[in-house]
């Protein structure tokens, strides 16, 4: 074949190290035939780094430290590896900015790059991706391949848009969707590995978006799909510790576990908290404790987040019973008593709330909100009880404002409807319950509410459409109000139910776009990353209950909250997989 090869035109794709493709062997087929001086440079340092057996491809460098930050991320075990992280991050991002021939020469490589690089906060540009069109890609090599891992990489990093003029990411998550939603037989190149982990990445990519991937789910499907005995097939086969470990499997599983067991005594707590405040005699609650729980242990999931997350749960908790409340459980005048006692606040509760539920909830939230406050000093520097005591007092009143409208039979303006129902969702609480004892500072800066507020605001929006495109059949029957039936309604009859979903959903997408960009923003944000990180995982949580239809009211998700609860993962289990598959690709070859 190399008679036949017009080594002029092969000798343009020379890099500056002076290789071919970074491979050694094609770089010794053109010398043989060019004696070209860079490519004997460059087989010099490689057999000096190596000696006589020289790797398939040389430098990986790039590549395997962000697929090495990338499995540390997704097995949940990053958090001790930060120092070392923010280093190859650090270095990766000057070498975006040099433009390095190992990056922007390599779409997989680009592709991770931008994704890890974007997601942790660096000012990255989409711009490279022009030159991985669909058109230009299956004209690449990696293109003619039908190399899969690409293709994954790319539509991975086609999901982090944050700006709504980054038109070559929409286009690259059209066709890159496509490509891996045909039958995996087709594929030419397994991405370098075993068919069956090939077909789990790909499984796992299209079935759990960046925006609805949980992070304490993703983390558990990452440990039990873990290849520890990974092979890649190029020229010849290779294995490579930056790739995949034992000893990184033995840690995940580990710490998973540990985390686990530490879930399990937490949730133990917030249920004798509920018995203890006589919440469990409310029949027209709902008991969700477990569920209220998960979101917690789903999204801050480390031991020492311990204070923030039982607040979470215990906000969730008590979030849901004042829903009920205001929802079947109260009539009007046992409304106005709960509002009128957040206004006075230091009372008897023995002689002024005018039923036994009112004091129940009433107690219940006041000592619970009392306990977050004190807890607040160590982190905040301060008692933030009048903050929380305003924050659960607005949305009590936004939810009696929405009983009024169903007593009353009143129509709001989409506009008027949205300002309150985003209080009503009720994340307001859960969240910034949460962040005050999270760790990093909350300043009261005008500035710093204003940010903060607008993050909340796109937050709200998500949850509460995506509420009520899944709830609005069961609230219409019940007379209640929903954005999907007061589109219609404003809509003079023209508008359909799936006109009004559709719009809505076209919201929903608006929002998150813009949250992720706020999250990730870095210049000119006064709120701490991690704070803002908890609204970007609450707003994925809020993609789990009500993406399909509304699981947290009807119970279909226990094998979901068992899976990062309460169920273990057994190491031995996952090493015979990994044998077997070791055993089969060995028996194939």
């Not at 707590?269 to 005699?281: A, H, P, S, T, Y």
């Not at 947290?552 to 057994?570: G, H, Q, R």
Request: aromatic share 10%; glycine share 4%; proline share 2%.
């Amino acid at each position: 074949m190399l008679n036949s090869m017009d080594f002029n035109t092969i000798i343009k794709y020379q890099r500056k190290n002076g290789s071919l493709f970074n491979s050694p062997a094609t770089t010794a087929a053109v010398f043989q035939h060019s004696n070209n001086a860079d490519c004997l440079s460059y087989l010099q340092s490689v057999l000096q780094k190596f000696g006589n057996a020289v790797p398939t491809v040389y430098p990986l460098d790039i590549y395997g430290r962000l697929y090495m930050i990338d499995s540390l991320e997704r097995l949940g075990i990053d958090r001790h590896f930060e120092k070392e992280i923010q280093s190859v991050l650090d270095e990766t991002y000057r070498y975006w900015l040099q433009e390095e021939e190992d990056i922007f020469l390599d779409p997989t490589t680009c592709a991770m790059a931008f994704r890890i690089l974007r997601l942790n906060g660096y000012d990255v540009s989409s711009d490279p991706f022009y030159q991985y069109s669909e058109d230009k890609f299956a004209n690449s090599l990696k293109g003619y391949l039908k190399d899969v891992s690409a293709v994954l990489e790319l539509y991975k990093a086609s999901q982090v848009i944050i700006h709504p003029d980054e038109s070559v990411l929409f286009k690259q998550s059209s066709w890159t969707r496509h490509f891996l939603e045909q039958d995996s037989s087709t594929y030419q190149l397994y991405a370098d590995k075993l068919r069956i982990y090939v077909d789990n990445e790909v499984n796992e990519v299209l079935n759990f978006p960046q925006h609805k991937n949980l992070e304490r789910m993703l983390n558990r499907r990452s440990v039990e799909h873990y290849n520890a005995n990974e092979t890649r097939i190029l020229k010849t086969s290779y294995r490579s510790c930056n790739l995949a470990s034992k000893e990184i499997l033995k840690l995940a599983v580990g710490d998973f576990n540990l985390c686990q067991s530490i879930h399990n005594q937490e949730l133990k707590q917030l249920e004798g908290w509920i018995v203890e405040n006589r919440l469990d005699k409310l029949k027209f609650a709902r008991q969700k404790q477990a569920y209220c729980y998960f979101i917690g242990a789903a999204t801050l999931f480390s031991p020492e987040l311990s204070d923030s997350r039982l607040a979470l749960a215990k906000s969730t908790v008590l979030v849901t019973v004042v829903d009920d409340f205001f929802d079947v459980g109260s009539s009007e005048e046992e409304q106005l008593n709960i509002i009128q006692l957040f206004k006075i606040w230091d009372v008897d509760v023995d002689t002024v709330c005018c039923s036994e539920a009112v004091k129940i909830i009433f107690s219940a939230m006041r000592s619970t909100i009392c306990e977050f406050g004190e807890k607040s000093v160590k982190r905040q520097g301060r008692n933030v009880t009048e903050n929380l005591i305003k924050i659960w007092s607005n949305m009590i009143q936004s939810m009696f404002i929405e009983a009024e409208w169903s007593r009353s039979k009143t129509i709001p303006t989409i506009d008027v409807y949205m300002e309150n129902a985003c209080e009503t969702f009720g994340l307001e609480p859960l969240i910034l319950t949460a962040l005050y004892l999270l760790g990093p500072k909350l300043s009261d800066d005008v500035a710093t509410n204003k940010e903060l507020n607008y993050i909340l605001k796109t937050t709200s929006i998500c949850g509460r459409l995506l509420n009520d495109i899944q709830t609005f059949k069961r609230e219409f029957e019940q007379g209640k109000l929903n954005a999907v039936t007061l589109h219609m309604v404003h809509g003079n009859g023209v508008v359909t139910v799936e006109d009004a979903i559709d719009k809505l959903k076209s919201v929903v997408e608006e929002n998150r776009m813009e949250l992720l960009r706020l999250v990730l923003q870095e210049k000119g944000s006064l709120v701490p990353r991690p704070c803002k990180d908890v609204f970007w995982k609450m707003m994925k949580a809020s993609y789990l209950f009500y993406d399909e239809n509304d699981k947290f009211t009807l119970n279909e998700m226990y094998s979901t909250v068992n899976a990062v609860i309460k169920d273990p993962i057994f190491l031995n289990e996952l090493l015979g997989d990994s044998k077997k598959h070791t055993l089969s690709k060995a028996l194939v070859v």
